[in-house]
């Protein structure tokens, strides 16, 4: 008696589904107890329950539901009463997404669906789910499909973070737009310009300088000592930063030299070694800024100027006082209107006059040095990117310092504004002495300007703008945008890789010349549409490549629009679909081919047919003497052998061109080929009356090869000439030698082939194209058949006409076997002979009772005694009883397969040695070998050759 506990080892362990199983009510649940469980559903079970994977298996008819703990968390509150019920219940919500994999996998076929949406009810209301997983069959014992097997994974968090991810890219790239400051990067010792922004573009006039030094795009700046700057950079590896740095450009095409005043900070790009490999600039064009301190300088000079005149005025006479006064109070105007912070100071570094855009700066506690060691009190950092960023600056270093000594000195450094702990500001701070008319100094100036928010704007532009070239360089397709109007000012490196075009040359409109000349119109004027109205857009066009192919490309371009709704950049995409074209023009002419194959097939084996048909039909109504039914019974056989080399055909061509075909090799004469293949295709050659000369080589010329398989190659050949050659035409067979070739040929003056035909016609099916009236019959696989037969043979065969009705010659070359080479054959032929005195049982089995009956009366005919059976299972009885010497059974039987049955035939005593011949329409080379090995001694393929079955029959001994 077998113990319960043992039978259910196989849900020990499994964590909580396993214990719950183990413990579950299995009454009511489709499944039954799990003591009942075929061997092949307790195999899955114990899988699944020591898998950390989420897994279930829905089993029977009714999908019974089982999973293991890690599937808990799919079915949420549905868990436990899901388990063991019917797979329906659990999930019928999703029913219909899932229910034709469900399908699919009890009809066997397993399925693997990723990122599938589901909209799942499990936690008491609908969620948006999103799942990774597969569907596969489970067999039973007996190799049916049972029940289906799920492994699986939820995917919702990675679909919902890729969309994030999305949305933060399109925000990073409008930040990049919108940053305001310079920025470019310079690779190489030459100094190539590798990446540019708007705004630097901005400053040179728009020119692209991508892809050139700097001397070649800016060569009006020769002279002026930036190019040397860039070297002693690159050659030390040191930082430059330059305020106020004038550079002449020409920032129109032919226009004069323009003066700009730009703040440049270069910093060296180093490698993991620390060798420099380019130059990043960054800076900001300040010439409004450089004109307004100018302006500011100027007023400063004016101010020294009144306070000097106050100076003698008080000396000279009281009458000067008005005058003065007047001064000092447009002094004091400019002061406060000023929009920099302004502060004077004496000799001694004594605040003597702030105006209130400086208190705004520092603060309204902002305190009164006497001198300039009291400058301590003032909390600044340099904040110049050079090697002092970031210490404290000394009293002695602040621009009021300095420029008491008689500097000028021009200064970013970050404050901590006064009774504002923890705040900071980035100002520019630009200080001038105060002198008096004997150029004495007497005080000093400073004015300030609060950057902070310009700092800010230029790392963020910085970073978004590195992040944007890393992102549309890593995308396989080639990326591009312009400006509102159309503009093409940016490429990913996918596009000049794809084009090979030199960086920048397809700027501006100069993209339109990489298209196809016949596409470049049409791709203008679509775009030119989606400009003027915002519409997306795609169009497919043939780019050319850099290997000077033009192939098809699909572009796309959507515009970025502001918060108000303008259009401020165009994105775009181009993607190479020229595979897929090719695949889909391939596809239609493969469909169109098949197509027309279908119809001449149908055409060629329904022409049989109708005599077929017309002869039963004769048979079945007339009263006909023994002659007329002789010549119908010709006209029968005649055309079932027309319908049996048509599917032999088929199943010849499927074989060679498989190379499921096995020659058997010889030392071959040429001329006796020769010679056999004229003999099989004689009787065509006079019906039709035609005039067949011949020129062999006089010398022996022999071949290694299968003599069956070459005949058939030249009986083809010749066949071709015989049937699309008018009567009475000619046709010329020459046998050719070399060293090395045997070169066989076959000319004739028929109805030629069309130039475009010829390229295809050693493709199969193309004889349906050869000629409209199908008068000729054949499937047009024939030539197909040819080709793959000589390269069997190592050989090759062409084809050359001259066009319609000037006759077509094909030229066959073989390897030629010199006399040195021959091997030696101990091939010999198998012959039969027949006993017409011989008596067999034979038992015939064929679901097909007309089929059964018809070769049993031929058998009976011949003198052997015949059993005919239709089922299998009736077989096996009659053969325990009859004891046959032979049995021909067919393979296709609908109860127990003909392999089957010839199984158990074997396996009875009285059979065991009997001769099984297998009689099928499975004719492929598979077929026979699984024939053969369930124990058949013959494989014949209907409809039968009457011949090779008495051949073998002869050869069989009465036990």
């Not at 994977?53 to 089982?66: D, H, R, S």
Request: glycine share 8%; proline share 5%.
């Amino acid at each position: 008696m077998r113990n319960k506990d043992t039978e259910l080892n196989f849900l020990m362990g499994g964590g909580e589904i396993g214990s719950m199983m183990r413990n579950h009510d299995w009454s009511t649940s489709p499944l039954g107890h799990p003591e009942t469980w075929p061997q092949s559903l307790r195999s899955v079970v114990g899988l699944l329950l020591n898998s950390k994977f989420p897994m279930f298996v829905a089993w029977g008819p009714e999908l019974g539901f089982l999973y293991n703990d890690s599937y808990v968390d799919v079915l949420g509150g549905k868990h436990p009463q899901a388990l063991g019920r019917r797979f329906y219940d659990i999930w019928s919500e999703i029913w219909n997404d899932i229910g034709p994999l469900i399908d699919c996998a009890m009809a066997g076929e397993a399925s693997y669906r990723e990122n599938l949406p589901l909209l799942m009810r499990r936690k008491g209301y609908d969620e948006q789910t999103w799942f990774t997983f597969s569907y596969s069959p489970v067999r039973d014992e007996s190799g049916q499909v049972a029940g289906m097997y799920c492994a699986c994974f939820e995917t919702t968090a990675q679909v919902l973070n890729e969309r994030h991810r999305i949305k933060e890219n399109e925000r990073l790239h409008q930040l990049f737009e919108q940053a305001p400051g310079i920025m470019t990067v310079l690779r190489e010792p030459d100094h190539v310009f590798e990446l540019v922004n708007h705004a630097y573009l901005q400053l040179i006039g728009h020119r692209n300088p991508i892809g050139k030094t700097v001397r070649e795009s800016l060569p009006e700046v020769e002279g002026q000592g930036f190019f040397e700057l860039l070297d002693e950079v690159y050659k030390t590896g040191k930082t430059y930063v330059g305020s106020r740095m004038p550079i002449d450009l020409q920032r129109q095409p032919q226009g004069p030299l323009e003066k700009r005043f730009v703040d440049f900070v270069y910093q060296p790009i180093k490698d993991d070694a620390g060798k420099v490999t380019g130059i990043f600039i960054e800076g900001s064009d300040v010439t409004d800024h450089y004109h307004a301190q100018m302006e500011l300088q100027r007023l400063n000079r004016e101010l020294t100027d009144k306070v000097t005149q106050l100076e003698s005025a008080e000396r000279r006479a009281m009458e000067s006082a008005q005058q003065a006064e007047r001064e000092r109070s447009r002094l004091d105007a400019l002061l406060e209107a000023a929009p920099v912070g302004i502060a004077l100071v004496d000799i001694n570094g004594k605040l003597i006059r702030i105006n209130p855009a400086n208190k705004i700066l520092w603060g309204e506690t902002l305190p009164n040095p006497e001198n300039v060691d009291e400058y301590e009190e003032w909390k600044g950092w340099w904040a110049d990117h050079s090697v002092r960023h970031g210490r404290r600056l000394q009293p002695y270093e602040w621009a009021l310092a300095r420029a008491l000594h008689g500097d000028n000195p021009r200064d970013i450094v970050e404050i901590e504004p006064f009774g504002m702990p923890g705040v900071r500001k980035t100002m520019l701070n630009c200080g001038a002495p105060v002198r008096n008319t004997e150029g004495r100094i007497i005080g000093a100036v400073v004015a300030q300007m609060d950057i902070t928010d310009q700092i800010h704007a230029e790392a963020a532009l910085r970073e978004s703008e590195a992040k944007f070239r890393t992102i549309t360089d890593a995308m396989p397709q080639m990326v591009w945008s312009t400006l509102p109007d159309g503009y093409h000012d940016y490429y990913n490196q996918q596009w000049y890789l794809y084009t090979g075009v030199p960086e920048g040359s397809t700027d501006g409109e100069g993209w339109n010349g990489v298209f196809h000349p016949n596409d470049q119109a049409h791709a203008w004027k679509v775009w030119q549409h989606s400009l003027a109205t915002g519409k997306q857009y795609e169009i497919q066009y043939r780019l050319r490549h850099h290997s000077g192919e033009y192939r098809w490309t699909l572009g796309r371009a959507l515009p970025i629009r502001d918060g108000s709704g303008k259009i401020i950049r165009w994105m775009g995409t181009c993607t190479d679909i020229h595979d897929q074209k090719l695949a889909e023009e391939a596809l239609r002419e493969a469909d169109r081919r098949k197509d027309e194959f279908l119809a001449m097939l149908a055409h060629e084996l329904r022409n049989p047919l109708a005599p077929i048909s017309a002869a039963a039909e004769l048979m079945e109504v007339a009263s006909m003497d023994p002659a007329r039914i002789k010549e119908t019974s010709r006209v029968i056989s005649r055309q079932v052998r027309h319908m049996t080399g048509l599917i032999d055909d088929l199943l010849d061509v499927s074989r060679v061109t498989r190379g499921l075909v096995t020659l058997e090799k010889q030392e071959l004469d040429v001329k006796r080929i020769v010679s056999d293949a004229v003999e099989q295709v004689r009787p065509l050659i006079e019906s039709k009356r035609h005039h067949l000369s011949m020129e062999l080589a006089r010398e022996p010329a022999h071949v290694v090869g299968d003599q069956k398989r070459l005949v058939q190659v030249l009986t083809n050949l010749l066949n071709n000439a015989a049937k699309y050659t008018p009567a009475g035409g000619n046709i010329h067979l020459k046998m050719e030698t070399t060293e090395h070739e045997v070169i066989l040929s076959v000319k004739d003056n028929g109805i030629g082939i069309a130039p475009e035909l010829q390229r295809h016609i050693f493709e199969l099916f193309a004889q349906a194209e050869r000629t409209s009236d199908r008068s000729q019959g054949g499937l047009g696989i024939g030539l197909a058949l040819v080709r793959s037969l000589v390269e069997l043979h190592d050989g090759s065969i062409t084809c050359h006409s001259e066009g319609i009705g000037k006759g077509s010659s094909f030229t066959l070359h073989l390897p030629r076997l010199m006399a040195q080479e021959r091997p030696t054959s101990d091939r010999h032929e198998i012959r039969f002979t027949s006993d017409p005195e011989k008596r067999l049982r034979i038992l015939v089995v064929d679901d097909n009772e007309d089929a059964g009956n018809i070769l049993g009366m031929y058998l009976e005919a011949l003198g052997h005694e015949v059993i005919v059976e239709r089922g299998s299972r009736r077989a096996l009885e009659r053969a325990r009883i009859e004891k046959p010497e032979v049995c021909i059974l067919d393979i296709g039987l609908p109860d127990i397969d003909g392999n089957e049955l010839a199984r158990r035939l074997r396996a009875q005593p009285h059979t065991a040695h009997s001769t099984l011949i297998a009689v099928t329409g499975y004719g492929q080379e598979q077929d026979k070998m699984n024939a053969l090995a369930a124990g058949f001694a013959h494989h014949l393929v209907k409809p039968v050759d009457t011949s090779e079955l008495l051949a073998i029959l002869s050869t069989l001994k009465l036990s």
